[in-house]
């Protein structure tokens, strides 16, 4: 249960929606952006395509999926929010050791490098990645860090680089 609404009460509400003859696929693009959240589901506007719908969600600055991360992300992480968030930017080329984390940062590899890690960690973020020695078959001592939410992911991949284009409500995304 999601805000206290059921599965079939999220449905109805995207039913309200868009009409009972709009095909199946377009329901399915629209929950696959959504994922039924109720209060996504109220930003629906039935009188749009489903792309102007999410182009308007998603992809201009007044949007509300487009800031929902960050407002989120600050809300979760507060006045250590800049910290996280500067290790993601750090871990969106790839998997990276602490210590190439901390290169990338400009601050040393301690405690609190650490406890952001295991903190992102924690909060499903960033997975830690334990290789194997391959001479002696044991645990490498060193730990590679990535970023391991696909939302997350998607959005440092995607948004890079296109951030001004996609403020610009004059364009088309």
């Given at each position: 249960?999601?805000?206290?609404?059921?599965h079939s009460n999220r449905l109805g509400?995207?039913?309200?929606?868009?009409?009972?003859?709009?095909?199946?696929?377009?329901i399915f693009d629209i929950l696959s952006?959504?994922?039924?959240?109720?209060?996504?589901?109220?930003?629906?506007?039935?009188?749009?395509?489903?792309?102007?719908?999410?182009?308007?969600?998603?992809?201009?600055?007044?949007?509300?999926?487009?800031?929902?991360?960050?407002?989120?992300?600050?809300?979760?992480?507060?006045?250590?929010?800049?910290?996280?968030?500067?290790?993601?930017?750090?871990?969106?080329?790839?998997?990276?050791?602490?210590?190439?984390?901390?290169?990338?940062?400009?601050?040393?590899?301690?405690?609190?490098?650490?406890?952001?890690?295991?903190?992102?960690?924690?909060?499903?973020?960033?997975?830690?990645e334990s290789n194997l020695n391959v001479?002696?078959?044991?645990?490498?001592?060193?730990?590679?860090?990535?970023?391991?939410?696909?939302?997350?992911?998607?959005?440092?991949?995607?948004?890079?680089?296109?951030?001004?284009?996609?403020?610009?409500?004059?364009?088309?995304?």
């Amino acid at each position: 249960m999601l805000w206290g609404c059921t599965h079939s009460n999220r449905l109805g509400l995207l039913n309200d929606k868009m009409s009972i003859s709009s095909p199946k696929h377009l329901i399915f693009d629209i929950l696959s952006v959504v994922g039924g959240v109720p209060r996504y589901l109220e930003e629906i506007r039935p009188s749009l395509t489903v792309d102007e719908n999410m182009r308007r969600m998603c992809f201009l600055k007044q949007g509300l999926l487009f800031r929902e991360f960050d407002e989120t992300f600050n809300a979760v992480f507060g006045s250590d929010a800049v910290k996280r968030r500067a290790v993601l930017e750090a871990l969106s080329g790839g998997s990276m050791k602490a210590s190439a984390i901390a290169g990338k940062l400009g601050v040393a590899v301690n405690g609190h490098l650490t406890r952001t890690l295991k903190e992102l960690e924690y909060a499903g973020f960033v997975a830690r990645e334990s290789n194997l020695n391959v001479e002696t078959g044991k645990p490498a001592r060193i730990d590679r860090y990535r970023i391991c939410d696909n939302y997350t992911r998607f959005l440092k991949e995607f948004q890079s680089g296109r951030l001004s284009f996609m403020t610009d409500g004059s364009r088309r995304v």
